[in-house]
């Protein structure tokens, strides 16, 4: 598994030493993958109002994994996300703008769909983010650029570079629906780096942007003896069912 470290001009001074670094990802990478299903529920809002990187914050309450939610090793890592079930295609409630983006509203979440036309020229279908398997940048932690007390597991997900959702956000990253109450299937596949306090906004957007560039190559490589990709991205695609 490759390992990403950010330079000490991306974060804050650390009082950690390169030999705690090196046995910290020693002891995380026995440990992966992990595997795990729960619930999107409401987070603190930062990921799309400060930065425009917008995340799935998983429920504590609802998750089924292997390893316990205060087990679960902090971090930044690498891996594979689907959300809810697929939705069949439907002409309707489709936005004549040009942006392509309609949005429909469901007892659960509110879908954003994207607009899709074939050569034929016909009336153009919607497909649901729903369902489908996403690449994920994933931070397991505290955020410590913002002190957080609690910890949260939030999969940033990332949408391929042809889809019209994938440059939507502010700072030009993958903009979906919020999928609250939506149940949320996640492979962590491998670990990028630790989690860094950052001085100011835009150094933190910065490195989360490299973290996105980092999880789109990895998870995109061909299967490996070490990372399972292929065996990952199909279990994510399965049915959703308790994580054994």
């Not at 009082?15 to 990478?29: K, L, M, P, Q």
């Not at 891996?79 to 079930?85: K, M, S, V, Y």
């Not at 002190?147 to 700072?171: F, G, V, W, Y």
């Not at 835009?202 to 989360?208: E, F, R």
């Amino acid at each position: 598994i490759k390992v990403y470290i950010m330079t000490s001009d991306d974060a804050a001074p650390s009082t950690t030493n390169n030999d705690d670094n090196a046995n910290s990802t020693s002891v995380i990478e026995q440990q992966l993958p992990i595997r795990l299903q729960s619930k999107v529920v409401p987070g603190f809002g930062r990921g799309s109002k400060d930065l425009g990187i917008p995340t799935a914050n998983i429920s504590r309450e609802h998750l089924s994994c292997n390893v316990t939610f205060d087990s679960l090793p902090c971090g930044i890592y690498w891996g594979f996300a689907r959300i809810g079930e697929k939705s069949k295609p439907s002409s309707a409630a489709v936005d004549s703008s040009s942006s392509g983006i309609a949005t429909t509203t469901s007892a659960t979440a509110t879908t954003m769909t994207t607009k899709y036309k074939d050569s034929s020229n016909s009336a153009p279908q919607t497909f649901s983010s729903l369902g489908h398997v996403y690449k994920a940048a994933i931070s397991i932690g505290y955020n410590p650029t913002y002190q957080n007390k609690e910890k949260t597991i939030e999969p940033h997900l990332i949408a391929p570079l042809d889809n019209p959702n994938r440059h939507e956000s502010k700072c030009g990253e993958t903009l979906l629906e919020d999928f609250y109450n939506e149940t949320i299937r996640l492979s962590i596949v491998g670990y990028l780096r630790p989690e860094l306090p950052f001085e100011g906004l835009d150094k933190l957007t910065l490195a989360i942007k490299k973290d996105i560039q980092q999880a789109e190559v990895l998870g995109g490589q061909s299967d490996d003896s070490l990372n399972n990709v292929k065996k990952e991205r199909d279990w994510v695609e399965s049915s959703f069912c308790p994580v054994l």
